[in-house]
Each structure stands twice: as structure tokens, then as C-alpha cells.
């Protein structure tokens, strides 16, 4: 998220999850925006933007607009479908107060006069902004590559980002995610043709896992399948919905008969079918997985089928996908991956595509703008290479505020930031307290947990029995023995040391009491450090 304010005026940018991983945050599904800084100044707000249907920049809309009062949103059709596809799943959330908004189109919004750029991304209708304020104009570029051919840009993108440049414009905010790739990325074009060979010249089944994100190419492979009399299978929650969404924007007509069910898939012949899935990132619970290891209930892989892998993999999921191709190569199938063949490319562009957009928008001044923090310095260094001043590259972090001041003329980063602690979606609840909860949920799963019962007697301060003990995840108990009989006669000394002339007998001292000696104790003996639970009981 990301947001312009001037005077009384506040636009916001797009509204989107950051996903975690397991590791980081276990059980934790989502981090969304921290917006204290917008409910703080709630009467300014005057519009939601939104530059494209993906998660990253659509899905926190149902957490968060009450909170910023529900203000109107902006988006192109496609988005505008997505966000109300999405907010049927969250009955208790406010009406939303959509508009459609198309490129070319000018629209004035407090003080700010905007326009919408069309770009090219693995989405349609993908759009930046350029947004129109008394001093010049600040360009949000969104998500994006460039259509391109051999680098030698489209007459479509020289002639939208010119219109851009016509402007004075102070301040560029731009894609980062793929700075670190050089030259051009591969253009959308060039994978659709390579699938459309592989689609026409496979013999046998074909089943393509892709990531139901590439709304482009779900609707251009369900187009070439179609054009080869092929049915198309689709396996996966993700896909369906986008399928869905692709036809009620209109983008996606398929004929009546193309799309057919799962349990009707051995009614043709293998290579008149085409399964999309998802799960190429090797998800434990996706359609490929499941297919993998045999829990579909229709689709039986065997040699005669070819996996196609439309997909790159995911940073942090190398062990998932590499997983996922064990299982799958254990049916003998045969898989086409990107690093064998170009059957995917991405949605954001290289470095040289990055720099030919900051050289034509011309800025006096340049901010990178999503991606990882090292991402956004090598997108600096970029800038530089292309003959920015340093002085007019502001890296930002997470919550920091950048002032145009003087009329646009100086940029300056402020060295107090806006509230951005982590606010985590976990289940139902949404908070930003739960740093307890996620450092015990990584030490249960690295060191387990051990609980420790401890009854005594009132009048005595003495146990009544030896302490019984239970622990999971830890050590395997039964081989512990030794062990076990330690930590039980620590538990019970510490009782009975600490009960001496207590009366009553605090409960609170000895858990605590406990937790310190068990803990030591086991620390010294296996290196782990459980999450020790003391019980005590009074009798
Ligand atoms: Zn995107």
C-alpha cells in the first residue's frame, strides 16, 4: 500500500496481503497494511486506487475498509469484478462503492487530477497512475513489464508512456520485483507460442500447473485448447474462481462444451484433454500434489501423460517443487519445466525494461517501489547507472514518509515514520500483538513442548505422588528414561525447597520456579529448549 497525501487530500494505492512463510510466521496465512496513520486521518481519504486483480494488491480490502471509512475505489473492470468476487466472502463487510475507471480517462479527486496508464502485466487490465498535483505529477507505475520485441518496446507502450512524459512529472514510484534480471524479460508472446507447439504436437494427455494468477494465459491456453478440439479439465479452487471471474468480465468465452468435469475426463481420448491445475509450486494441498499422490479421484497419471510446469519457482519453494517432481516422475509421466523450455514468463519486468520507462517518464525525482528491501537498493543502483543524481533517489522502508517540499523541487525522507509494525491475519483474528504467539508456535515446532504435573499437598507442601510428564515434539520419551527420572526428582526438589514455610502455598512461584529449573535442565541435556508447561495442583 501505498499513499499520496496533499493539503486535506488522501489517495491511497492498492490494498494488498504480504504472504508469509511457514517458517517466519508459522499458522500465520497473511500480513495486510498496518493502517493506524489512515484511521488517524480517516477525513481525508477521498479514494481507494487499486492497479490490478492481484492478491498482493487487492485481498486486505475486507480487513481493512471499514477501518478507513469505506472510501470510494478506483480500479479498471477486471479488478473492480475480483475485489466484489472477493468481498462475497466476507458477508459482514460494507457495500463497497466501486467505479470502473479505463485508461486515457482523466479524473479529478480532491485536489488531484489523475490519469490511468494501461501497462502490460500477467494480468488484464493492469494499470499505473499518474497522479496530477499542484507542483507536478508523481507516476505509480503498478505491477509491470513491458511488450516488447528483441527490447525494442511496443508502439503500444511508446506511445502510452510518451503521453506520460509529456507531463512534469517530480517523482517516478516503480516496480522492483525483477531489478535484479538483466536486459528484457521473455515477452507473454513468445511463452503462448511455445505452448500453443507443445499443445498442438504432445501426444498423449497434457496437463499444464500454472499459477491461476496468469489470468492471460488461463484464458489464452482454454483459447489454444479450444482451437485444437481440445476439453479442458480444471482442477483447483483458484483456477475455477478465475475462470469464473474471466467470463463474467467478458474476457473468457469458451464454447459451451469445452470445459467438462473432472469425472468425465475417460470419456475421450487422452490427447483430445487438457487438465489446468494449480499447485506448480509444489502447495501440499493443490490439484498437482494431490494428483502426484494419487487422491484425485479422476485424473490417474501414467507414462503417456506430459506435465507441463508453466511456472518459475517461487523463491523458498525449491524443496516443495523439487517434492512435487519426485512424485510426479514416480508415475513415469513426462515434465516440461521453465528451465528446460520458455513455458513461462513473468509479470514484472527486467532492468532494462525498468530503465527504459525511467529515462521516457523523465522524473526530476525516483523511488523504487515494490519488492524486498535489497531489491529497491539495486533498483537505486539502476537509477544511478542511467544517470540519476544520487540526491534524487529515495530508497524507502516500510512506513517511511517522503516530503516533496518546496514545490517539488527537493525530496527528503523524514526521519519519523508512519505506524507499520506487522499486523498479521491468523484464522479469524487480525492483530498486530501476536509476537508471542508466533515465537511459541516456532518453538514448538523446533523444540516441542513439555508439561510437567505437579500435585501437592497443602499441609505438608510435600507431593503426593511422583510428578507426571508429557511432552510432544520433544524427545521420544520411552528412549528418555534416565532422563525422565532426573527431571522428575528436579521438579520435585524445587516444590518441596520452595514450599518450605510457605503458607499458603503460591502457586505462581512455583510454576515459575519450574519453568527455570526444568528448563535449564533440559537445555543442558538435548541443546532444545520446549516450551515447558508447569501444572500444579493443590490437594
Ligand atoms: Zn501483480
Redesign the pocket.
Known sequence: MTIVEYGNDILVFDCGFQFTSEEAAPGIDYIIPNTKYLEANKEKIRALILT?G?L??IAAIPYIIDKIGNPPIYARNLTNIMVQKRAEEFPHMPTLNLNNVTPGEKLKIGEFHLKFIDVT???PD?MGVSVGTPFGNIVIT??LKLEHENGIPSDKEQKNWGEIAKDNNILLIADSTNVEKPGFSIPEKQIMENLENLIKNIDGRIIIGTFA?QFDRMIKIIQIAEKYNKKVVTEGRSIKTNIEIAKLAGILIPRKDTIIAPKDIDKYPPDKVLVLATGAQGEEFAALMRMAQKKNKFIRLTKKDTIILSSSVVPGNEISVRKLKDNLYRHDVKIISYQVSDVHAT??GNAGELAWINTIVKARFFMPGYGNHSMLKVHAELARSIGMKDENIVVPDNGSVIELREKGTKIVVLKEKAPSNIVMVDGFSIGDIQEVVIRDRQTLAQDGIFVVIATIDLSTGKLRKSPDIISRGFVYLRESQDMLQQARRIVKTTVEENTVGMRPINFDIIKKELSDNVGRFLLKKTDKRPIIIPVVLGV
Do not use: E, R, V
Request: net charge negative; glycine share 16%.
Open positions: 490490478h492481484h498482493d494488491h502485466h500477467s494480468i493492469a503498478g505491477d494468477s509479470g514484472h
